[in-house]
């Protein structure tokens, strides 16, 4: 996906894109992360088509995201919001059947189709014992898994999340990036994600967009783009970052 000098204006200085320029590697896990109001999800929100930008313009596979169909578009990239509003009555196995929307019309339906993908995607998101549990009786951290298993079930080539981590606990945290790792290594799905949390960001991603107000400060592998005085110039604060065995690079916050 090719991003090319994208403005999105608002009446106030945050969440705006001023001029923004970058390319989502296939294949990768790309993380955008900024302190609060600094655009990052508006970025994501421009590439999901769900925000459109003043000027500038995004293409996939040579093709303008404008060019593309709705059901054509959403065959290749499916987003998963922060926060999402609960149907009441569902259950988890007909919420992700929403997922094969886009391979449906009035006259056509691939039954067995559609059914092979969404038992996959429940097996994917370890939620086949669960398929028939109604969506209110479940735990934030499975409620974001039966979104992502939706996404899984659209068979879209690249997935969105807007801070997917954001209200759980550091168990369905590190559940979810995990789940997050295993469709990008397994899969090979394309992943574009919006974190908070900077040394998740480090571990769980290829590649690294650092944003602060409207515009990206630095971008590439997590060794190269997070380091002490990128840190202090974008966040304000001093860190000192450390290499261990088994938890990797990683940084420390010492204070402003």
Same mark, same amino acid.
């Given at each position: 996906?090719?991003?090319?000098?994208?403005?999105?204006?608002?009446?106030?200085?945050?969440?705006? !894109?001023?001029? @923004?320029?970058?390319?989502?590697?296939?294949? $990768?896990?790309? &993380? =955008?992360?900024?302190?609060? /109001?600094? *655009?990052?999800?508006?970025?994501?929100?421009?590439?999901?088509?769900?925000?459109?930008?003043?000027?500038?313009?995004?293409?996939?596979?040579?093709?303008?995201?404008?060019?593309?169909?709705?059901?054509?578009?959403?065959?290749? !990239?499916?987003? @998963?919001?922060?926060?999402?509003?609960?149907? $009441?009555?569902? &259950? =988890?196995?007909?919420?992700? /059947?929403? *997922?094969?929307?886009?391979?449906?019309?009035?006259?056509?339906?691939?039954?067995?189709?559609?059914?092979?993908?969404?038992?996959?995607?429940?097996?994917?998101?370890?939620?086949?014992?669960?398929?028939?549990?109604?969506?209110?009786?479940?735990?934030?951290?499975?409620?974001?898994?039966?979104?992502?298993?939706?996404?899984?079930?659209?068979?879209?080539?690249?997935?969105?999340?807007?801070?997917?981590?954001?209200?759980?606990?550091?168990?369905?945290?590190?559940?979810?990036?995990?789940?997050?790792?295993?469709?990008?290594?397994?899969?090979?799905?394309?992943?574009?994600?919006?974190?908070?949390?900077?040394?998740?960001?480090?571990?769980?991603?290829?590649?690294?967009?650092?944003?602060?107000?409207?515009?990206?400060?630095?971008?590439?592998?997590?060794?190269?783009?997070?380091?002490?005085?990128?840190?202090?110039?974008?966040?304000?604060?001093?860190?000192?970052?450390?290499?261990?065995?088994?938890?990797?690079?990683?940084?420390?916050?010492?204070?402003?």
């Amino acid at each position: 996906m090719d991003i090319q000098n994208i403005i999105v204006s608002h009446d106030n200085t945050r969440n705006h !894109l001023d001029g @923004v320029s970058t390319m989502i590697q296939k294949g $990768k896990i790309t &993380t =955008i992360i900024g302190p609060n /109001g600094c *655009g990052k999800s508006t970025l994501l929100s421009v590439m999901s088509r769900n925000n459109m930008p003043k000027s500038g313009n995004v293409s996939l596979e040579n093709k303008d995201l404008l060019h593309y169909k709705s059901k054509e578009f959403a065959k290749k !990239l499916a987003i @998963v919001y922060q926060q999402n509003e609960i149907p $009441k009555d569902l &259950t =988890i196995e007909k919420l992700v /059947g929403f *997922g094969r929307l886009p391979y449906q019309t009035i006259l056509k339906r691939n039954q067995e189709e559609d059914a092979k993908a969404i038992e996959w995607a429940l097996a994917c998101t370890n939620l086949l014992e669960k398929r028939n549990t109604d969506l209110e009786a479940l735990s934030g951290g499975e409620r974001q898994r039966v979104w992502i298993a939706m996404a899984l079930a659209q068979q879209s080539e690249i997935l969105c999340l807007d801070e997917p981590t954001t209200y759980l606990d550091i168990f369905y945290q590190i559940e979810l990036l995990e789940l997050v790792k295993a469709l990008n290594k397994e899969h090979g799905f394309t992943i574009v994600m919006v974190l908070h949390d900077i040394n998740q960001a480090i571990r769980y991603s290829d590649y690294i967009i650092l944003m602060k107000t409207g515009q990206i400060v630095a971008e590439g592998a997590p060794r190269d783009v997070i380091t002490r005085e990128v840190i202090k110039e974008v966040y304000g604060v001093e860190a000192v970052f450390h290499e261990d065995k088994q938890l990797g690079f990683y940084m420390v916050p010492l204070g402003i």
